[in-house]
Nanobody, 125 residues
Framework: QVQLVESGGGSVQSGGSLRLSCTAS????????MAWFRQEPGKEREGVAS????????TQAESLKDRFTISLDNAKNTVYLQMYDLKPEDTAMYYC??????????????????WGQGTQVTVSS
């Protein structure tokens, strides 16, 4: 059974940076997609970025790609989300997810079946 554990969330001021980490264990697949999502209370889960474990391709949300970058360290089974120039509207619970392999991984949460517990990011103005 796949287990995902996120870390790195916290409270920062507007303009600050954070790096989220998500380490996977129990993953039986050699080729897979990993992704970051975020969700505010009462809103639908939003795709932030995803990456392919084999080809290294990434799919980033258009509105965030200038500030957020996803990367994957296969040796550590860890996916990262580097976030720069954070804004109050980035405040949300951030989740990582693991799903079936696709060349261009999706940012649609319905395609992922393993999820972490989430890490809170709070940005104050």
């Amino acid at each position: 059974q796949v287990q995902l554990v996120e870390s790195g969330g916290g409270s920062v001021q507007s303009g600050g940076s954070l790096r989220l980490s998500c380490t996977a264990s129990g993953n039986p697949w050699s080729m897979y997609c990993m992704a970051w999502f975020r969700q505010e209370p009462g809103k639908e889960r939003e795709g932030v970025a995803s990456t392919n474990s084999y080809y290294g391709t990434t799919t980033q949300a258009e509105s965030l790609k200038d500030r957020f970058t996803i990367s994957l360290d296969n040796a550590k089974n860890t996916v990262y989300l580097q976030m720069y120039d954070l804004k109050p509207e980035d405040t949300a619970m951030y989740y990582c997810a693991l799903g079936p392999h696709e060349y261009s991984c999706s940012n649609n949460y319905r395609k992922y079946d393993s999820w972490g517990q989430g890490t809170q990011v709070t940005v104050s103005s």
